[in-house]
């Protein structure tokens, strides 16, 4: 039979029964020190101590970190960056790429003459272009906080081949990031092969698109990647994006101008 004791401290009821179990606010404390309420720590926490050592208080920066049922919390250093309210914090990267490409504007294809665009483009609304997609680069996520930043940074290898390697001639092309299939990011180039008849006319060029956007509406969204050919000085110059224009020639391969598409979501923290 266990036998309790009643007294009141300082305002709180204590019980403190036989084997040696004591409560503060509560008349039936489940653990040798039951705190029912809170608690106020004046100084320092002293942990591992012995009948004849107080224990170790931990030093400046450490964290109590529990061992498991029966074994005592340690005090542990973790390499952790604590983040104020406020900042943001990299919640999700994604990651993709694609050796496939765009070869559907080369030779023969005239462009499509749209010399600009504008956020909201619909990739559909051929009046705004013609837009080839590179399917690899297809990301699907759900954006959970409302206070976020969405960071796009696409890289592909551009080439073409002169129909003469004697002679200059350019194409201009440009590339998007699309969400949920309406423009979010764009920027137009140029690739240029001047008399390399050392290379068979051939020109590669390395595009580069980095893009923040911000505070993107909660929900599911769908990242797409497309480019399309504006113009061309000859439009019998091959032309590819992500790929090289042949995989017969020895100058390049799907390999070394691979497109790779890097998406990092990053939100607001809260507490």
């Not at 061992?67 to 973790?78: I, N, R, Y």
């Not at 092969?193 to 923040?212: C, K, M, P, V």
Request: with cysteine; aromatic share 6%; charged share 20%.
């Amino acid at each position: 039979m266990k036998k309790t004791v009643y007294c009141c401290v300082a305002g709180l009821l204590i019980s403190i029964q036989i084997h040696a179990q004591v409560g503060v606010g509560t008349s039936t404390p489940n653990s040798t020190l039951d705190i029912n309420g809170k608690t106020t720590l004046r100084k320092e926490l002293r942990v591992g101590g012995t009948s004849t050592t107080t224990g170790k208080p931990g030093l400046n920066g450490q964290v109590l970190v529990s061992q498991g049922e029966g074994l005592p919390p340690v005090w542990k250093s973790l390499n952790v960056t604590f983040i104020e309210e406020g900042q943001y914090k990299l919640i999700n990267s994604y990651l993709s790429s694609d050796q496939v490409g765009v070869t559907t504007l080369s030779n023969g294809i005239l462009g499509d003459s749209v010399e600009k665009n504008s956020v909201g483009d619909d990739i559909n609304d051929t009046t705004k272009g013609k837009w080839k997609k590179i399917a690899g680069l297809e990301n699907n996520f759900t954006v959970k906080n409302g206070e976020n930043r969405l960071t796009y940074q696409f890289q592909t290898g551009v080439e073409m081949k002169s129909s003469s390697a004697t002679t200059s001639q350019n194409i201009s092309f440009t590339c998007g990031v699309f969400r949920n299939s309406k423009l979010v990011a764009v920027r137009p180039d140029k690739i240029s092969s001047t008399n390399n008849s050392e290379r068979a006319g051939i020109q590669d060029y390395i595009f580069t698109l980095n893009y923040t956007e911000k505070n993107v509406p909660v929900g599911p969204q769908k990242i797409e990647v497309a480019c399309r050919k504006i113009n061309a000085s000859n439009s019998n110059a091959q032309f590819a994006i992500g790929r090289n224009v042949s995989n017969t020639n020895t100058v390049s391969n799907a390999f070394t101008l691979e497109s790779m598409m890097k998406i990092d979501i990053i939100e607001r923290v809260t507490y």
